[in-house]
Every structure is written in C-alpha cells, then in structure tokens.
C-alpha cells in the first residue's frame, strides 16, 4: 500500500514550525528561561526534576536555561556567518560566472581547492590563528563556507547566463549591472533562499563543533557546543543530563533549519517543472 | 590543490592579525621571551623570506618541533595517523555499505512506510552533531549496557605489536585474537557514530539511482526474460545504481576527516584528529600547521584515489 504523502509541503511546513519556535524561543530567551543562564545553585549537578526540568550542571546551573540562552548564541553566531559568506559567495560566484573565461578560472581554482578541504578544518585553524571569541568564530565559519556559496551560485548562474533572454537583453544593449541585477540575481533567488537556510544548518553545526573543541565563546557565556563538552566530565559519575541536552537542542535547531532547508528546495524544484 | 591549501595555511597562520606567539605564551609573559620564541621560530622575518623557508622545510621533511615536549611534529603525526586511518576506511565502508543497503530497501519500498521513515531518519542523521552521537552511543552502549568499552583504541594488556599502525589489521597479521577482539570492541562505536555522516548521503543518492534504474528499460527487458528478480536487482539494476555512490563517497572523504577530528576526541582515540584538536587546546602552533597540512595531503591523495577508482569501475570514461 502506497502512502502518498507529498514530500514537499510536509517538510517545508516541519521546518517552518520549528525554525519559528526557536526564533521565538531566542528572541524571549529571558521570559521563558526558567533561570539566569549563569545562575549558581547549591544543587549540583542533580537529575531532571520539577525544579530543573533538565537538572543542573557541575556548577549548579539549570541547564535548561543555559541551552535556551545556548541556542541564542548558536542562532546568533550562525546568522553572522551566514551573513558573512553568504554575502561574499554569491557576489564573487556572481561576478565569476557572469564573466567566465580567465576570471573565472582564477577565481575557481582556488575556491575548489579550500572546498575539497574539510571545511571545519579550515575554520578551526581560522578561528585558532584569530584568536577565539565569538566573532571570531563566526568569521573563521563563514571564511571556511565561502566556497561551498561560490561554487552553488557560479553553476546557477552558468545556467540562468545562457538562457536566450539575457541575450537578448545584451542585444539591446542593457548594461551589465542591469542583467546581473534585474535579472540574473532574481532568477537565482529561490534557489539562494535555501541555499542560505542549509548554510545556517551547516553553520551552527559548526559553530557548536568548534565550541566542543574549545574555540569559540569563552565560559561563562553559555554555548552548546561547550556545554556539551564540559558536561562529558560528568558522564562517568552518571550524570548524562548535562551532555545529552545540550546536544539535543543543537538538533533540534539545526534539524530545523535543514528541514526548512529541503523544503524549499523541493519547492523550487516543484515550480521549475510546473512551469 | 595541495599548494593551494599549503599556501592557505601560510597565510592563515602568519598573516591573520592576531599574534601566534603572544597566543602561545600567553598574555603575561615578558618581552624577551616572546622575542625569542618568535625568533626561534623564525617568525621575525620578512614574509617572503618566511615563506620560502616555509616550502623547503616541508618539502625536506623537517616539520619542526612541538612546544609541548619538543616532540617532533612529523614523528608524531606518522605515527598517530595509522589509527585515523583505520577509523576513517571503517567508517567509510561501514557508512557505504549501510547507506548502500538502507538506500535500496527505500528504493524497492518508494512511496511506502518505510521509506517515508528512511527519508525522516536521514534528515535526522544528518542533523545529528557527530560528537553528541557519540557521547550518546558512549551513555547508551558503553555505560547503561556496559557492552562497549567507551574510550581508547585498546586497551594497554591487549595491545597489539605495532606493524602497520593499524590496530584492527596489526592483530590480525600478527594471528593475535585477543588483541583483535580488543581493538573491534573499541573501534566499532566511533567507526559507526562517523559512519552515519556517509550512510546518510550515500543512503539517499542510493534510493534516487535505484528509483532511476529500475524504471530503465533494460529492467524490463530483465524481467521479461523471466530472470529472478534477485538476479534483475543485483546484476543489472543495482551495479549501474552504484556508480554515483562512489563518486559521493569521495566528496564526503574530506568532510569525514573533519568528523574524524570531533569523533577521536569524544572516544579519546589517539589519532591526528585528536591531536590536531589538543594541539589547538595547547597553542602548539608548529604541531597545528603540520596537523593541517598532514591533513591536506591527504585530501589530495584521496581526490586522486577516487579519480582512478572511478575511471577503473566505469570503463566508459576514457581519459
């Protein structure tokens, strides 16, 4: 029996629910979080129980407070370097693949090579040589997803460029500012929609990766990542609390995020062949 | 490519503002000492100078020394990198060989439950942050069920003589059984919780191929021929279905070292992963640099494996 449920809409609409909860979640991070995030209580490290819901960590702090105002600076530093590379990829992979020829293979030969290297790799020695810090992090992420942007954007552009319109555009003499901007930028604008979405996933998986291995945020500021290492201390006393929840809101969020993601890439998918 | 990352990496380390010997030392110490590390490390001369002796100590072999213990960084990394190794080749076959399977069992059941449940489960997994995977299999099978042990490549009364680096294949050649059920028992939970970060990709390509082949119409020629349809499955459709996985198993090669790198650190595997990762805790400026270019050569390597794996399964691509 053939269960037909459409794929697209229903993933769309997942990631919808939970990238707005948790935007919501960030944004009244003080109203709904139980305690401060730096709240020292006498109750160390105890089980989830109604007090704690998800216990309290090796210095007494309610944990679930710390992953919600966590996830704020998961969110936040995502957003910067989405922001950042983002910005950067699609301009540089506009330009290289308007212009073609030796630009662009000046440009790619580099861009392919940072790509095939880990990503992560690279940011980590990025954020290591800047110094840690939460821009620098953010900074370090979006230099090392710079290429993954450039290369996405350069093949949809490729392909928009040879469309017959922009010839004739070119034929009448439209300028080449006007063709990028009216109209080769906002045919790719669908795809650069989820192309961003799937990049804050990769991000703030990164970003709480690099909080794992001691870059980023220095303590007390509360982040996932972090939070997830120092509470690895705790595992072998029995206390699983303070490592699994941290962990479980970072996927949650990037769950999220790559939900909405893959939805909207369904979505593009489904209007380009309905056309 | 690997002088491009080669040169990345100069530039990374040298150029960023931020100063490498003020971050190794730390924020009080004095100013001579600090001269004389960065002299020591010939850090005071003018860049293009820097760089060429950059490139010659590289490509001599002289990779210099770590701060921590003046260990050699080359000697370290040689002979930590056999056991990263062997957790990158078990996790890619290990992820391969699921994905494989799991991605044509949604192909074969399309539109059904399972796949439904397949799909759910691989945007799950890929969601999943690989070091909290691991701790969770850690909590799981390690502490609860006590079936695991939870860290370490082995354990120090069963442990191998040293042949090849890898663990796994050192017991083996050396017909040592207790030693090899040691290292298994160790490497199977990262080798899965790194796993999962290819099953996923590869999962997926899998069912949309299979998804593809099978409405070919060599399929039906199959069929009507009256072949069992295990035959028609493994013969015909699942060979021609099989090729892009390669290809997207070799582009997540690299993203599996980074995994690597946050998978040695959760199971406390002594491999280049971790020590890339301590080196980076510790400010070991010259062990981080050889850590990364290491890991380039590598990738390089792994690029061009991939190439002549592809060119020898297909023998349509001619070059």
Redesign the interface.
Known sequence: ?????P?GPL?LLVGIVIVVSIVFLVAFADFLSPYGSNEFTNEILTPPNVAHPMGTDALGRDILSRIIYGARVSVGIGLAAVAISGTIGVVVGAISAYYGGKLDRAIS??M???Y??????TA???A????GGGPNTALAIAIAWIPSYFRVVRSIIFSVKELTFIEAEKAIGAGTIYIITRHILPACLPSIASLLTLGM?DAI?AA??LG????GIPPPTPEL?AD??EG?RA??S?A?WP??F???M??II??GF??LG?GLNELVKLRRTTR | MVLIVVTMVFIVMRLLPGDPVRVMLGPDAPDETIEALRHNLGLDQPILTQFFFYLRELVSGNWGRSLIQGRSVIQEITYRFPLTLELTLLSMGIGTLTGVFVGTIAATNQGKALDHLIRLGSFAGYSMPIFWVGVLFQLVFGLSLGLLPISGAVDYYAEPTRVTGLLILDSLLTLNGKAFLNTVSHMIMPSMVLGIYIMVPVARIMRGEMIKVLDEDYILTARAKGLPERVVMYKHAFRNAVLPVITVAGLHFSGLLGGAVLTETVFSLPGMGRLLASSVMLRDFPMVQGCVLFFALLVGAANTLVDMTYRFVDPRIKY
């Not at chain 1, 029996?1 to 449920?5: E, T």
């Not at chain 1, 095939?116 to 790799?121: D, R, Y």
């Not at chain 1, 794992?212 to 870059?215: D, E, V």
């Open positions: 029996m053939r269960i037909p449920i794929k993933t030969i580099p392919d090579s940072i095939s290297f880990p990503s992560i790799i980590l020695l990025i290591y040589s800047l110094g996933r998986l709480a990766g794992f291995l001691g870059i990542g997830l290492s690895r595992l072998l029995g699983w490592s699994v941290p962990g479980l970072i996927f990037v769950l790559n939900m893959e």
